[in-house]
């Protein structure tokens, strides 16, 4: 099939502000109808006002603030699939953020919540789609699509399920989770129902990341789409 080229907006506004709380950056997205026309960034510089110059990852002295880079990462993720994905908006919480967290990988910044994560909070997790200001959606996401990534061979996994969103829209993610198994799941309950029961029989959630997610929490790499964990490439540590 061929891909379309329907990308709604080709720039992003970036601002940079002292903004107060406890969010280091988002991305806003305005919608007309199913599409976004228009994208902006805002990066809290409560939390990047001290950067190592010397730095290209963008350390800061500032606690829980973590590398700029994989910040600017996440969200950036969060403003191409709204470019790229009509009806970006009617997707689960916990697959828009897992998707962002697994760009960069986060084994090492959602190590405690997902040990623990059992198994009612991942089944409210599927129940709801996620609560905002919470990290079960980020952490939960995460895990649920390296659950397919290993039910897909790892074998351009994501590349399959990003490509039925962007041709179909959001509205087709039981396509896109067939697609990203290869079949083996042919709607996203079928997937959700499957790892649900692949936990519940697991010893223990850190088991189950480990054998059945490929998340070896243990591990200095992150866990980042590139990376050894998920991809197979290199070792990729936070830096």
């Given at each position: 099939?061929?891909?379309?080229?329907?990308?709604?907006?080709?720039?992003?506004?970036?601002?940079?502000?002292?903004?107060?709380?406890?969010?280091?950056?988002?991305?806003?997205?305005?919608?007309?109808?199913?599409?976004?026309?228009?994208?902006?960034?805002?990066?809290?510089?409560?939390?990047?006002?001290?950067?190592?110059?010397?730095?290209?990852?963008?350390?800061?002295?500032?606690?829980?603030?973590?590398?700029?880079?994989?910040?600017?990462?996440?969200e950036?993720?969060?403003?191409?699939?709204?470019?790229?994905?009509?009806?970006?908006?009617?997707?689960?919480?916990?697959?828009?953020?897992?998707?962002?967290?697994?760009?960069?990988?986060?084994?090492?910044?959602?190590?405690?919540?997902?040990?623990?994560?059992?198994?009612?909070?991942?089944?409210?997790?599927?129940?709801?789609?996620?609560?905002?200001?919470?990290?079960?959606?980020?952490?939960?996401?995460?895990?649920?699509?390296?659950?397919?990534?290993?039910?897909?061979?790892?074998?351009?996994?994501?590349?399959?399920?990003?490509?039925?969103?962007?041709?179909?829209?959001?509205?087709?993610?039981?396509?896109?989770?067939?697609?990203?198994?290869?079949?083996?799941?042919?709607?996203?309950?079928?997937?959700?129902?499957?790892?649900?029961?692949?936990?519940?029989?697991?010893?223990?959630n850190v088991?189950?990341?480990?054998?059945?997610?490929?998340?070896?929490?243990?591990?200095?790499d992150?866990?980042?789409?590139?990376?050894?964990?998920?991809?197979?490439?290199?070792?990729e540590?936070?830096?």
């Open positions: 099939a061929t891909t379309k080229d329907d990308t709604s907006v080709r720039t992003i506004e970036m601002d940079f502000e002292n903004s107060g709380g406890t969010t280091l950056a988002y991305v806003l997205s305005e919608f007309t109808g199913n599409k976004t026309t228009k994208l902006s960034m805002r990066v809290n510089m409560d939390f990047y006002d001290k950067l190592n110059q010397t730095d290209v990852n963008g350390s800061t002295s500032t606690a829980g603030a973590g590398y700029l880079d994989r910040t600017i990462a996440h950036l993720t969060h403003a191409v699939m709204s470019a790229n994905i009509d009806n970006f908006a009617d997707l689960p919480l916990y697959i828009s953020e897992g998707a962002a967290e697994l760009t960069h990988g986060i084994d090492d910044e959602r190590k405690t919540t997902l040990k623990a994560m059992d198994v009612n909070a991942y089944q409210t997790l599927f129940n709801t789609g996620g609560t905002a200001g919470t990290e079960q959606p980020y952490a939960g996401g995460y895990a649920f699509l390296r659950y397919l990534n290993v039910k897909g061979g790892h074998d351009h996994t994501m590349q399959r399920f990003m490509r039925v969103l962007d041709e179909q829209g959001g509205t087709a993610i039981d396509a896109a989770v067939s697609a990203a198994t290869k079949g083996a799941f042919k709607t996203l309950a079928e997937a959700t129902t499957q790892f649900m029961a692949d936990l519940n029989a697991s010893s223990s088991a189950f990341y480990k054998n059945y997610c490929g998340i070896d929490l243990d591990n200095p992150t866990g980042s789409i590139t990376g050894a964990d998920a991809w197979g490439g290199d070792e540590p936070a830096e």
